[in-house]
């Protein structure tokens, strides 16, 4: 256990953090899947950008890697170029 004030305070700001992180993965997570399974062109169109979007944000923000991001909406486009 800490025993500094900054120390009990960053474990604090850590386990805020490690939640809001794990629920934006989990989000993105449900997007690819939900994107994988799509069929239809103009729905699959709509869930990339939104996929796209969240892949950029939480790149920006270190919790994803920047290549893996960048290799995940390449792979996701290519997915819905397929269908059509």
């Known amino acids: 256990m800490p025993q500094h004030k900054s120390s009990v305070k ?3 700001q850590d386990a805020k953090r490690r939640l809001r992180n794990r629920y934006q993965k989990v989000r993105l997570r449900t997007l690819v899947k939900a994107l ?38 390449g792979r996701l486009a290519k997915l819905v170029d397929n269908l059509g």
């Open 10 to 12: 960053r474990v604090r």
């Open 36 to 73: 994988e399974a799509e069929t239809d062109q103009a729905q699959a169109e709509s869930l990339l950008r939104e996929a796209q979007a969240q892949l950029d944000r939480l790149a920006g923000r270190r919790v994803v890697h920047p290549n893996r991001a960048a290799r995940e909406k």
